[in-house]
């Protein structure tokens, strides 16, 4: 079960005016489950999207750049089962008419489709199946359709993932809602895993690609569960302009602030929702780092702690074995990070100072911290200014069990 996470009730997910969605029962790798889903979006919603930097990226990811580069997005489709990646010149084939096959059932051309495909790697799209689905899918499109959507773009997840706000600008009401999947295979280099945020407002593309970046930054490229980086990782924000609001072409306006502060809390609550679902995860934890020269430093020492195999499995077992961390704050790559300077500790516990076991740390208050299904890591370089945040979780018996057995 995911740590302090359930997913939010048909009824706190906010419709987006413009946006339509739709599921269907393809059969693409499992009978009788949801694998399929359709996006509808209104004439003249702006979109912006970032993908995988995995250089083996999958198909539809290479063909969702090129659409997406040409313009004039009206809709999306996704499915579950088979990643279409490592799949050559076949995949690409079959990326084009799933996008193809989507686009007739809108009622627009395929080139104004983005394709996404998740699950597992090297194995051909059984396309047939696909495009059979899809009229069923358009045919249950409909604004009120989040919570299907979140379950029907679920892999290894045990929980579907699901976000919503609603905000006032100038008096005028504005929605912003969002679904992701992932629960292995995540370690970000842009976002990870496969994420879809809708609002209303009217924006201008480039500063709605802006906030996007903005978003993925402070949340998804923010987590890891395993440190692998998908071949498919994709998230996409679409603006249908459907609010009764001027165009916001500045994320810095009156309008545009609000309007950014809903996107940036509704990809933080999907992205630590990935984490808390990690596969087989029993422990959410976050890595605070504060007194980087600058935030990529930062980082360095989140992730080398959020991917060591030895700091995950300690905090499994709930052993306060802390000098995993250490160890790991050591190799993160700061070549003249002065060690006697740090300080860190585990929640309130301060462990380590001046290169080595703070005078005050008793064993016991680890073990206490420990025990909790929720503990924060904090670490002081002091060598400047600057501060990150990681999220990850531990390293349980499951994950390797799931991942061994993910083809079963």
């Given at each position: 079960?995911?740590?302090?996470y359930?997913?939010?009730d048909?009824?706190?997910?906010?419709p987006?005016?413009?946006?339509?969605?739709g599921?269907?029962?393809a059969?693409?790798?499992?009978?009788?489950?949801?694998?399929l889903?359709?996006?509808?979006?209104?004439?003249?919603?702006?979109?912006?999207?970032?993908?995988?930097?995995?250089?083996?990226?999958?198909?539809?990811?290479?063909?969702?750049?090129?659409?997406l580069?040409?313009?004039?997005?009206?809709?999306?489709?996704?499915?579950?089962?088979?990643?279409?990646?490592?799949?050559?010149?076949?995949?690409?084939?079959?990326?084009?008419?799933?996008?193809?096959?989507?686009?007739?059932a809108l009622?627009?051309?395929?080139?104004?489709?983005?394709?996404?495909?998740?699950?597992?790697i090297?194995?051909?799209?059984?396309?047939?199946r696909?495009?059979?689905?899809?009229?069923?899918?358009a045919?249950?499109?409909?604004?009120?359709n989040w919570?299907?959507?979140?379950?029907?773009?679920?892999t290894?997840?045990?929980?579907?993932?699901?976000?919503s706000?609603?905000?006032?600008?100038?008096?005028?009401?504005?929605?912003v809602?969002?679904?992701?999947?992932?629960?292995?295979?995540?370690?970000?280099?842009?976002?990870?895993?496969?994420?879809?945020?809708?609002t209303?407002?009217?924006?201008?593309?480039?500063?709605?690609?802006?906030?996007?970046?903005?978003?993925?930054?402070?949340?998804?490229?923010?987590i890891?569960?395993?440190?692998?980086?998908?071949?498919?990782?994709?998230?996409?924000?679409?603006?249908?302009?459907?609010?009764?609001?001027?165009?916001?072409?500045?994320?810095?306006?009156p309008?545009?602030?609000?309007l950014?502060?809903?996107i940036?809390?509704?990809?933080?609550?999907?992205?630590?929702?990935?984490?808390?679902?990690?596969?087989?995860?029993?422990?959410?934890?976050?890595?605070?780092?504060?007194g980087?020269?600058?935030?990529?430093e930062?980082?360095?020492v989140?992730?080398?702690?959020g991917?060591?195999?030895?700091?995950?499995?300690?905090?499994?077992?709930?052993?306060?074995?802390?000098?995993?961390?250490?160890?790991?704050i050591?190799?993160?790559?700061?070549?003249?990070?002065?060690?006697n300077?740090?300080?860190?500790?585990?929640?309130?516990?301060?462990?380590?100072?001046?290169?080595?076991?703070?005078?005050?740390?008793?064993?016991?208050?680890?073990?206490?911290?420990m025990?909790?299904?929720?503990?924060?890591?904090?670490?002081?370089?002091?060598?400047?200014?600057?501060?990150?945040?990681v999220?990850?979780?531990?390293?349980?018996y499951?994950?390797?069990?799931?991942?061994?057995d993910?083809?079963?």
């Open positions: 079960m995911p740590v302090r359930e997913t939010p048909a009824s706190a997910l906010y987006v005016p413009g946006v339509r969605l599921i269907a029962k059969g693409i790798r499992k009978a009788d489950r949801r694998d889903l359709l996006i509808e979006l209104a004439e003249g919603s702006a979109v912006a999207a970032v993908f995988t930097q995995n250089r083996f990226c999958a198909a539809p990811v290479t063909v969702a750049r090129e659409h580069a040409a313009g004039h997005i009206r809709g999306l489709v996704v499915n579950t089962g088979c990643a279409n990646a490592g799949t050559g010149e076949p995949g690409m084939v079959n990326a084009r008419r799933m996008a193809n096959a989507a686009g007739a009622g627009v051309p395929g080139s104004a489709v983005l394709p996404f495909s998740t699950g597992v090297l194995e051909p799209l059984p396309i047939d696909v495009e059979a689905g899809l009229p069923a899918a045919a249950d499109l409909r604004e009120d919570h299907a959507a979140a379950h029907a773009i679920m290894t997840d045990t929980v579907a993932k699901a976000a706000r609603q905000i006032d600008i100038d008096g005028v009401r504005v929605t809602t969002g679904i992701s999947k992932g629960a292995g295979m995540i370690k970000p280099n842009m976002a990870t895993m496969l994420g879809y945020v809708c209303d407002a009217n924006v201008d593309p480039a500063v709605l690609q802006g906030m996007l970046a903005r978003a993925a930054d402070a949340s998804f490229n923010s890891t569960i395993d440190g692998d980086t998908s071949t498919n990782d994709s998230l996409v924000l679409a603006a249908t302009g459907r609010a009764t609001l001027p165009r916001i072409t500045d994320a810095d306006s309008a545009g602030i609000p950014y502060s809903a940036e809390q509704v990809c933080i609550e999907l992205a630590q929702a990935i984490v808390r679902d990690g596969e087989g995860a029993t422990k959410f934890i976050s890595i605070v780092i504060k980087g020269r600058d935030r990529d930062c980082r360095k989140g992730y080398a702690i991917h060591s195999p030895l700091v995950k499995t300690a905090f499994f077992a709930s052993d306060p074995n802390l000098g995993r961390i250490l160890a790991a050591g190799y993160a790559g700061i070549g003249d990070l002065d060690v300077r740090i300080r860190v500790h585990l929640d309130d516990v301060l462990v380590a100072e001046h290169g080595g076991r703070a005078a005050s740390y008793r064993e016991e208050d680890g073990a206490r911290v025990q909790q299904d929720e503990i924060t890591i904090a670490i002081d370089l002091a060598r400047g200014e600057a501060a990150a945040t999220w990850t979780c531990d390293f349980s499951d994950y390797v069990r799931i991942n061994a993910y083809r079963s």
